[in-house]
Nanobody, 115 residues
Framework: QVQLVESGGGLVQPGGSLRLSCAAS????????MGWYRQAPGKQREWVAT???????NYADSVKGRFTISRDNAKNLVYLQMNSLKPEDTAVYYC?????????WGQGTQVTVSS
């Protein structure tokens, strides 16, 4: 069973930055994509960003230009660099690893943007 562990969340002021990390228990090279999702209180989980095994990146419109997803296959890590954070970015952020047949989720890390 693949384990994904997110870290790097916390409290930050509007306009600030955070970098989230997702550590996988096995090689992430075998996953077709790695992604970040988030869930705000009272809302459904939503997609934030994805990076494929080939390096293609896609972002939700709400974070485009502010967030950057990257992967380090040698270290089995995926990152989400978040800049210019807004209060509406407050949510639990989840890491996801996917193949054509299945997917795996981490437990999440809380990000709170507030003054």
């Amino acid at each position: 069973q693949v384990q994904l562990v997110e870290s790097g969340g916390g409290l930050v002021q509007p306009g600030g930055s955070l970098r989230l990390s997702c550590a996988a228990s096995e090689s992430i090279s075998r996953f077709g994509y790695m992604g970040w999702y988030r869930q705000a209180p009272g809302k459904q989980r939503e997609w934030v960003a994805t990076v494929t095994s080939g390096g293609s990146r896609n972002y939700a419109d709400s974070v485009k230009g502010r967030f950057t997803i990257s992967r380090d296959n040698a270290k089995n890590l995926v990152y989400l660099q978040m800049n210019s954070l807004k209060p509406e970015d407050t949510a639990v952020y989840y890491c996801k690893a996917g193949t054509p047949l299945t997917s795996y989720w981490g437990q999440g890390t809380q990000v709170t943007v507030s003054s």
